[in-house]
């Protein structure tokens, strides 16, 4: 047995039986099939720990020539405005340089042809399309159909549409704004502690996954007559109802003991604004919520953007937001850079450094969660100010349970961007032999950096 | 300088006007919509709530998270009948349904809403059930349920109760099947076989129905619309008049034509829509929440209790004001408990609907105004004019002047000029929104800026004004202004826009708005009656080729 399905598996009329009738189930500890070996390295049973998935945004890229460094091969440094994640560097970060987005003479929407082609492999037609699902979907088909949620996402300007994960026809992800609204949803009344002595499963689950049966067998008449565009659409709404079907499975079963896993104290109220300094604190709040979430299995993929696409963070009492900044601040001559852009730069990978210490603090096994996941971190641009998508910087973060090298810098000599996103999938075991469209599409994983 | 366009400039601009409209051409037959598709249309967050309210009354709380449909074009409208449901969002859906039902067989709220009373506390009474869910039923899928999704709604509600030991216990369980039923949640064109052997598929009563109820109520139709759908009633003439008639006289209007502004004018941004404290102290979360609330009641004021003529939104001085507007303003509020009549004195800057401080904020940064951005909105929002996306390679260093921070607006945007590739579109949305700068970026009137005296003066179009209302009358006597309209409104109407016969259509109904001094609520009675609204729904843009992810063959590169 894994980690990941079905431990105590019980029939819904089982537990229709039993559970409603109040009756809690005790599971006795340890779970043996289920701790780990005497190393720490595996399960008992022999599987590996699982490997998560989790991408992060920032946006408007880099100053060039400060941070990321065109350098190659292992002798690099993150320095100035990246400074904050040189400490990870080493043992846990790829960076991927001169990777392009070709447009393939299309016009290139600023501050969105160049994530979206990063993200999906392929150039929109205009703003707001995207024309196919983001990578994090197909990891999250391959990974995440065991655990409570498929994927959580979670954005830091208080503002739901900023989360750059989309599914099949076109079905947006929306990102939790609120901290305590996620830490309600993954720690609420609905969790159960998987280190808890009983367990005690909720009565109504049962007669919820009936309502999601009742709606099922909808599928067949409403498909019947719909055209081909609106049949995708229907497609992903009974989609989305199996997946819902699926997480209140998993949760009529007695998860299995997680030594890491503590449920974690309920944050403060509040959304953040797109004032700096309340995305940074949201971003530090999320970090820890989903580090948690992860070592108690209840999501293995996860989204968190810090900033969007020409950020509209500012600073608490200015007028000029990290936008306009990139475009309007005048050089430093002195320093010969833009000083306020790169202090929001610098931001940026501060919030990164955040996460990752969260996530290197949260042990498991004889490694931490940075051992075992694998977070790609995506950008709009290289230089904001000229809204390039020539050179997207890019990240691997994380070992994926050794799956990955660190510590290289790759020069993608004016390659597709795909290239990355296709490396990241295959990493996470997603069936995939070539990835993208037109330009963009490759077969060609970047080698370099896979185990 | 005067601050109105001259006589001359009117008569010209109203010339413009007649020869757009083809007045002439008055006699001309109604170009008829061809080749359309059924319509798959997600329920915006709006509908939802309006649905709950009309079927089960205010007291029941949508709480909780709607995911919201992204605006992908010019209307969420259109892209309603593109949306679909993700994990996340059907997660959501699943959550307020539960919460809905729980309320609806609160012992608070069951003897009014449910209609009948069990048998037995314990135990479901099939009667009571099938009774109950078929009422609701009808109404939130718009037309009665079939016998097989009765019994298994009926069946389900049966297994719930003896499961919980409650009869409405299980009756809740019934109830969220319904309310997370894709039937419930997408509105779906249905059709059935024209009247002889050749004729082609039209849309069943009911789905007409429905069309008309969402476009003129924004919610489901009421039990009136739905017998005379169902009783054939709404397939003849009179009847369809008659119901038009209902529902185009009843308050209800006002709904409607509140959800055609806030999508046409995009105050969906007002989620999230935030100003810096420090700069803006004035600006907090109940003004935002009673300026957005202003601009519709202006809106509905003037064009459905006042019957005006569209244009007068333009440079109307009439509006509403509350306490939290009154600090915005700065303006002494005559009811310091809610909403009371206000009229801007004359001579005021406050003009139009694009003078408030909803579409004067809205359109700003947050910690400043922005000319640029409402520029933009005039252009796109009001004269539906595309303004070119930025192009993608431009080098803003050629223009980085030191100590530019420091700079006012027109001087700031003046940089513009210095790059031929900025300055072909920010021309026509500078010129504009520098006539705004009067208003700061939380809508207050300012009279400097950094120390400096504001110019407003600009030329719209060919139209020169010096102010605020002279931009308000040049605006207003855009010859752009009424066909704007009618797009948006036919696009709204059909969730979606094609060219050619569409175009044609907006035409004839342009003469028709025209004919009718450019009041709304015949334009609204032309598309209603106009057998191009029942056609089977407009051909949406086709998504792009979705990528191919595994395996896909080699011969599709």
């Known amino acids: 047995m894994t980690l990941l399905v079905k431990s105590r598996h019980q029939s819904r009329r089982a537990l229709l039986r039993g559970a409603l009738g109040g009756a809690a189930i005790s599971v006795g500890l340890p779970f043996l099939d289920a701790t780990l070996n005497d190393s720490g390295t595996a399960l008992a049973s022999g599987a590996p720990m699982p490997v998560r998935f989790g991408t992060w945004f920032w946006g408007l890229g880099h100053t060039p020539g400060r941070g990321f460094k065109a350098l190659e091969g292992t002798d690099y440094r993150f320095t100035d405005e990246c400074a904050a994640i040189e400490p990870f560097r080493q043992d846990y970060i790829n960076y991927f340089r001169a990777f392009n987005a070709p447009l393939d003479g299309a016009a290139s929407t600023v501050h969105f042809t160049g994530w979206v082609a990063a993200k999906t492999g392929a150039i929109p037609s205009g703003f707001g399309r995207i024309p196919a699902p983001t990578l994090d979907t197909f990891v999250a088909e391959a990974i995440g ?95 989305a109802v199996r997946e819902l079907e699926n997480q209140l499975q998993v949760m009529s079963s007695a998860p299995p003991p997680l030594d890491a896993c503590v449920r974690p104290q309920a944050p403060a109220e509040g959304t953040p604004t797109l004032q700096v300094e309340q995305s940074l604190a949201a971003h530090d709040t999320f970090s820890k919520l989903i580090a948690m979430a992860l070592a108690c299995d209840q999501t293995r993929v996860f ?149 | 300088m005067s601050a109105r366009v001259s006589r001359r400039t009117l008569k010209i601009v109203a010339g413009i006007v007649a020869a757009a409209v083809g007045l002439a051409a008055c006699d001309a037959p109604e170009p008829a919509i061809s080749d359309a598709q059924p319509m798959l249309r997600r329920l915006t967050e709006d509908q939802y709530r309006n649905i709950i309210s009309d079927v089960f009354g205010p007291q029941i709380i949508v709480a909780g998270e709607f995911a919201p449909i992204l605006r992908e074009g010019d209307l969420v409208a259109a892209s309603a009948a593109r949306a679909t449901v993700s994990a996340s969002s059907f997660e959501k859906l699943e959550r307020l349904a539960h919460g809905i039902a729980a309320q609806v067989v609160d012992p608070d709220n069951r003897r009014l809403l449910i209609g009948c009373e069990p048998n037995s506390a314990g135990a479901a009474d099939d009667q009571c059930v099938r009774q109950f869910l078929a009422s609701v039923g009808r109404l939130l899928y718009r037309r009665p349920l079939t016998t097989g999704e009765l019994d298994r709604v009926a069946e389900l509600s049966a297994t719930a109760a003896r499961g919980t030991g409650d ?86 209007l006002v709904d409607g034509v509140r959800a055609l502004f806030a999508d046409m004018l995009a105050l969906d941004k ?26 519709l009641r202006t809106i ?72 640029t951005i409402r520029g933009k909105a005039v252009r796109e929002l009001l004269l539906c004019q595309k303004v070119p996306d930025p192009p993608g390679d431009v080098d803003f260093t050629l223009f980085n002047a030191p100590n530019s921070a420091n700079l006012i607006a027109r001087q700031r945007l003046d940089a513009h000029n210095t790059v031929p590739t900025c300055a072909g579109c920010h021309k026509i949305m500078d010129g504009i929104g520098l006539a705004f700068e009067n208003f700061d970026g939380a809508g207050q009137y300012r009279a400097t800026d950094a120390g400096q005296a504001i110019d407003v003066s600009g030329d719209f179009d060919g ?85 191919s992810v595994v395996n896909s063959n080699p011969e599709d590169r």
């Not at chain 1, 019947?224 to 565009?229: K, L, T």
């Not at chain 1, 020409?310 to 850079?337: C, M, N, Q, W």
């Open chain 1, 145 to 239: 159909g065991s655990t409570r949620f498929r994927s959580i996402e979670m954005s830091c300007t208080g503002l739901a549409k900023d989360s750059y994960s989309y599914g099949r026809a076109g079905s947006h992800n929306a990102g939790e704004v609120s901290p305590l609204q996620l830490y309600l949803r993954l720690f609420g009344p609905e969790f159960r502690d998987p280190n808890a002595a009983t367990f005690t499963p909720d009565p109504r689950l049962v007669l919820r996954q009936s309502v999601l049966s009742a709606v099922s067998a909808q599928r067949q008449a409403l498909v019947r007559d719909a055209g081909a565009s609106d049949k995708e659409r229907l497609d992903q709404y009974f989609t």
């Open chain 1, 303 to 451: 989204n968190l953007l810090y900033s969007q696409a020409a950020s509209e963070l500012r600073a608490k009492g200015t007028t000029f937001t990290h936008h306009i900044l990139s475009h309007e601040e005048p050089l430093d001559v002195d320093v010969g850079y833009q000083v306020e852009t790169a202090w929001f730069n610098e931001r940026s990978f501060i919030a990164l450094a955040g996460l990752l210490n969260q996530l290197k603090s949260t042990r498991e096994g004889d490694g931490t969660l940075l051992d075992n996941l694998l977070i790609l971190a995506q950008t709009d641009t290289s230089d904001a100010k000229t809204h390039s998508v020539i050179g997207i910087p890019s990240l691997t973060i994380g070992r994926a349970g050794g799956r990955l090298k660190t510590g290289l810098a790759i020069a993608g000599n004016a390659g597709p961007i795909s290239r990355v996103g296709l490396t990241a999938m295959r990493v996470m075991g997603v069936p995939i032999a070539e990835w993208g469209v037109k330009s963009l599409r490759t077969d060609q994983p970047i080698t370099e950096v896979m185990a």
């Open chain 2, 167 to 252: 009869a409405y216990g299980g009756l809740a369980f019934g109830l969220s099947a319904l309310l997370v039923s894709p039937q419930f949640l997408f509105v779906a064109d249905t059709r059935e076989a024209g009247a002889g052997a050749s004729a082609p598929l039209r849309l069943t009563s009911v789905a007409k129905a429905t069309r008309l109820s969402f476009f003129l109520w924004n919610t489901t139709p009421d039990v009136v619309l739905l017998d005379a759908a169902e009783n054939g009633v709404l397939d003849t003439e009179s009847g369809l008049r008659d119901q038009v008639a209902r529902l185009l006289g009843s308050p209800r």
């Open chain 2, 270 to 295: 007002f989620t999230g829509l935030e100003k810096d404290p420090d700069i803006y102290p004035a600006f907090d979360p109940m003004v935002s929440a009673d300026a957005r609330e202003q601009l």
């Open chain 2, 300 to 371: 509905s004021d003037q064009l459905v209790a006042r019957a005006a003529d569209y244009r007068t939104l333009f440079d109307t001085s009439q509006t509403f004001m509350t306490p939290a507007l009154g600090r915005i303003y700065r303006v002494p509020v005559t009811d310091p408990s809610g909403w009371s009549p206000f009229e801007f004195p004359a001579g005021s800057d406050r003009q139009g609907i694009q003078t408030l401080a909803g579409f004067v904020a809205l359109y700003a940064h947050p910690g400043r105004s922005s000319p």
């Open chain 2, 463 to 547: 139209v020169p004004f010096a102010d605020p209302a002279g931009l308000a009358a040049a605006l207003k006597n855009h010859p752009g202004v009424p066909p704007c309209l009618v797009r948006r409104v036919v696009a709204y109407a059909l969730s979606g826009v094609v060219e050619g016969p569409q175009a044609s259509w907006e035409k004839y109904l342009l003469e028709r708005f025209a004919d009718n001094g450019f009041r709304l609520k015949p334009l609204l009675e032309a598309i209603v009656l106009s057998p191009n609204f029942f056609a089977l729904g407009v051909a949406t843009e086709p998504r792009q080729e979705a990528a």
